[in-house]
């Protein structure tokens, strides 16, 4: 089997709630989306999706992800889609670094593995546990008033685990995790995620101001380094996220004992290849993870949800559904949030059929 074609396409995802607000006053409404299909001639077709968290988030944007597809496209034409590691291998070396740009092909080329072999993404990924797994929901930034507000309105849509983005200033963040937490119930999860917005010695103080609520802290700051002196002088359990990128990255954090839990994005290191090495790592050191995406729709929501089906449910802390915060569905057959819960499809591949009405003409056809 080979790749003969490549189209890019490029779609707006709006969300339900007008806005997406986290630390630094930063703020998405429309977010900027991008599917790849890859043609074979064996007449089967993959698809995969990036969607970058706006440029100001990590080294990543979206006219960046088409770009960097159109400069890696024409070496993949011939090759064989089934052989990730000579995927990753041609692509890490035709471009070094964009680990975004290289998600959705590698993604699409799952879909066409599973598809060839008539088996869902999960089971090549070493089979599902359970019938499903439970999901976070993250509270956009705002007052702390209207932030505890959000939490009833959330569990009653099945959520159990809540994100909440701070990252602001100490004293309204501190008021924040306070008022969140006073919502909570027995078995609920609270998480301040700060998306590196704190420096050193504001998280520290953060830190200190919640350290007897239950609450854990999330990417406090930009550098790892600084992420870690805030998790030794706190005795809150802690997450990292930003700061972890690749296999090497998550072996310093293990060796320095620097978090209790990863967020492990699936574009951020590179796609699902990658993201199952990391996966199937922290399983063997004992490392819990939410397991996500930068941000995305109905091919990037299949995507996690296989990767998370597949995981120790031991290990697996949360995962999300993108697809149920944006108005627009770009794919049909993937999988829908159940009382606060999601399951991986049991068709071949992802499981998805993009709406080609939806996706439109592609804006990057290589052959």
Request: aromatic share 8%; charged share 20%; glycine share 10%.
């Amino acid at each position: 089997m080979r790749i003969i074609g490549i189209n890019v396409f490029r779609v707006d995802l709006p969300l339900h709630e007008g806005s997406y607000k986290w630390s630094g006053g930063r703020s998405v409404e429309v977010f900027d989306s991008t599917v790849v299909e890859l043609q074979t001639d064996a007449g089967i077709s993959g698809f995969g999706e990036v969607c970058p968290l706006g440029p100001a988030y990590l080294p990543a944007y979206a006219a960046g992800a088409r770009t960097g597809i159109s400069e890696l496209a024409p070496h993949l034409i011939g090759v064989d889609p089934t052989e990730l590691g000579l995927v990753n291998q041609l692509m890490d070396q035709s471009l070094r670094g964009h680990p975004y740009v290289k998600s959705g092909l590698d993604m699409a080329c799952w879909d066409i593995l599973g598809k060839a072999f008539g088996q869902p993404i999960t089971t090549l990924m070493g089979g599902s546990y359970g019938e499903d797994f439970a999901l976070y929901r993250a509270i956009s930034q705002d007052t702390p008033e209207r932030m505890a507000a959000n939490v009833g309105k959330y569990r009653a849509e099945g959520y159990t685990k809540f994100q909440l983005k701070s990252g602001s200033d100490v004293e309204t963040d501190i008021a924040r995790i306070h008022a969140v937490a006073a919502e909570l119930r027995p078995g609920d999860v609270l998480v301040a995620d700060a998306n590196c917005g704190w420096t050193q010695h504001q998280a520290m103080c953060v830190a200190a101001g919640v350290r007897n609520v239950n609450v854990y802290i999330e990417q406090p700051c930009l550098s790892y380094e600084e992420c870690l002196v805030v998790r030794r002088h706190t005795n809150r359990p802690f997450i990292l996220d930003e700061v972890i990128d690749d296999l090497k990255s998550v072996v310093r954090g293990y060796g320095d004992q620097a978090m209790d839990v990863i967020n492990l994005k699936i574009s951020k290191v590179g796609g699902l290849t990658k993201a199952r090495q990391i996966r199937d790592l922290c399983v063997s050191l004992g490392i819990a993870m939410t397991i996500e995406d930068t941000w995305g729709g109905d091919i990037v929501t299949a995507a996690i949800a296989h990767l998370a089906h597949s995981t120790p449910p031991e290990y697996l802390f949360s995962a999300t559904d993108f697809n149920s915060y944006v108005t627009v569905s770009i794919a049909t057959g993937a999988p829908e949030r159940r009382n606060g819960r999601l399951a991986a499809s049991l068709k071949p591949g992802l499981g998805v059929e993009p709406r080609r009405e939806v996706l439109g003409e592609p804006v990057l056809a290589v052959r």
